[in-house]
């Protein structure tokens, strides 16, 4: 298997090239973009298998660079690694695409471990297993990235996309904020974060609130279950 191909985007100097430099030890292939226009740049003229982006960047920021990155390519891997912190900051960075996010200071093994998961899920999704789904007059089509309820096309971010596809995987079964924080955010659960209700409730305003039937319901102190009892 050849190199995988790592983009990094980040202005402090000392980290970049000390990323580089693991990255490259470990296995990886490894470039380096010190601000956000450059790493744009980079974005549009290379291919890459995964990119790690800093928020704070000179020219373009995280936030933008994960959007733009997003409307070209919903498939690659994106890590933000940043110092901000809170839960405004994750959501933020989720609604803007990216698949994982990361707070300095880290764990370089945490990275690499993270890292690797995305690329073999990343690699596992150009497999054309169950690319149609659907629950009563919901349709999510995989290979096109687009979901459609009642004939009306539907739009969600890159995260609501991947948590709507666990629920339908797992239609009228009963999942518990665990089992969605291991599936979808490949995290443990923490009970001191509301991340997981925050998406759930963003996904039932695009997929629920202008229709009759909801399809995501709340089972109190235990989960959530998206019911289909059009079979």
Partial sequence: MSERKILIIEDERKIADTLKVGLMEQG??????????????????????????????PGINGYELCRLIRKKDINLPII????????NDKIEGYNAGTDDYIVKPFE????????????KRSM???IPVGNFLRAADLEMNLDRKEVI?????????????????YLLRNKNRMLS??????????????????????????????IDKNFST???????????ILKDNSN
């Fill in 124 to 126: 596992a999704e150009n």
């Fill in 28 to 57: 990886f292939y490894a470039e380096v973009a010190y601000d956000g226009n450059i790493g744009q740049r980079l974005l549009q003229s290379h291919s890459y298998d995964l990119v790690i982006v800093d928020i704070n960047l």
């Fill in 177 to 206: 904020r665990a089992d969605i924080a291991v599936n979808v955010w490949e995290m443990d659960f923490d009970c001191n974060t509301n991340v997981i209700d925050v998406y759930v409730s963003y996904l039932r305003n695009k």
């Fill in 149 to 165: 309820r009642n004939g009306q096309k539907i739009n969600l971010t890159a995260k609501e996309f991947q948590l709507l596809e």
């Fill in 214 to 224: 909801k399809l995501i319901q709340t089972q109190v102190g235990m989960g959530y």
């Fill in 108 to 119: 370089f093994r945490e990275l690499i471990m993270k890292i690797r998961v995305l690329l």
């Fill in 80 to 87: 933000i690694l940043t110092s901000m912190s809170t839960l």
